[in-house]
């Protein structure tokens, strides 16, 4: 059997850069995405901050002389697909020279893992331009490795490019269960035919959409290293690394490019949230579960 390679370094994140607490709050906002769920009483936790007011046990809690929230059992699963683009730009460096590909199934795993410690079910869809993938739900770690190992092992640099609308239709076309749908791209713009598209899934599913970001030539941090862009094969100029005015431009356009994509996707009705590296990967799953919860809640 394969020794799982994802899910260890991921539950090792979880455990250094999350304390009890923080975790809690994660676990706590995945939950409150679920609505209309039917549920029954299992037994009662400490109170975390995020946890809902209403789970609270009073009667519990003055005996005890501690905050005690009431915990649930589902009375069926959810499903969380994780909707993954694994064209070659995806095989890039990111805005902070990481790994794109690692960011992925990053956030992807820690998704995941959430909805596996709550027994829900994940699957998976995956592709780009040359075609499009899916593995069916089902729960437990085993499974969630597998598909980490799978979203790895599709993004590679000599693969085909990555279409976005092409694996969005391929999910309006195939899923037909209700889901917690988690798409990561690294799209910087949403086009006519993707923002159709996205309006669809919203009307059936939970959309929540994480982006990971391009390398920027222009920094110093990488102005004495090769860089070959992935999706023309073409050398970036070495001139382009030391011109202080194409910087200023080129984090000007950057910044405009994200305020309108968010824009278009508030608009849409779904929730974003960008990943910039591992160090603040966790604190951005956790702001876009928060944030889903609230845009629920108006």
């Not at 941090?221 to 011109?243: I, N």
């Not at 608009?267 to 603040?280: A, I, K, S, Y």
Request: with cysteine; charged share 30%.
């Amino acid at each position: 059997m394969t020794v799982p390679a994802h899910l260890p370094r991921i539950k090792a994140r979880l455990s250094i850069h999350a304390h009890r607490k923080v975790r809690g709050l994660l676990e706590g906002e995945y939950a409150a995405l679920h609505v209309g769920r039917g549920i029954d009483f299992n037994d009662l936790r400490e109170y975390v901050r995020g946890d809902d007011v209403k789970d609270i046990d009073w009667k519990a809690s003055a005996r005890s002389r501690q905050l005690l929230v009431k915990r649930y059992v589902a009375e069926r699963k959810h499903t969380v697909l994780l909707c993954v683009s694994t064209g070659r730009s995806m095989a890039a460096m990111n805005d902070a020279a990481v790994s794109k590909r690692e960011l992925a199934v990053l956030v992807a795993g820690v998704m995941g893992l959430l909805a596996v410690q709550h027994g829900d079910l994940v699957s998976l869809v995956h592709g780009d331009e040359a075609g499009q993938h899916a593995e069916p739900p089902k729960g437990g770690e085993l499974h969630l490795e597998r598909l980490l190992g799978t979203v790895h092992g599709a993004i590679r640099p000599d693969g085909a490019h990555t279409d976005l609308a092409a694996l969005l239709r391929y999910v309006v076309r195939t899923v037909r269960r209700r889901t917690i749908l988690v798409v990561v791209c690294d799209e910087t713009t949403v086009p006519d035919g993707t923002a159709d598209l996205l309006r669809r899934l919203t009307v059936q599913h939970e959309v929540l959409l994480l982006t990971i970001g391009d390398l920027d030539p222009t920094l110093p941090t990488v102005a004495d290293r090769r860089l070959v862009d992935v999706d023309s094969a073409a050398e970036v100029p070495g001139w382009l690394r030391h011109d202080r005015r194409l910087r200023r431009e080129l984090a000007t356009l950057v910044r405009e490019e994200e305020q309108q994509l968010r824009r278009r996707l508030e608009q849409l009705g779904v929730v974003h949230e960008r990943v910039h590296d591992t160090e603040t990967a966790l604190t951005a799953v956790f702001r876009l579960l928060e944030r889903q919860r609230h845009a629920r809640r108006r």
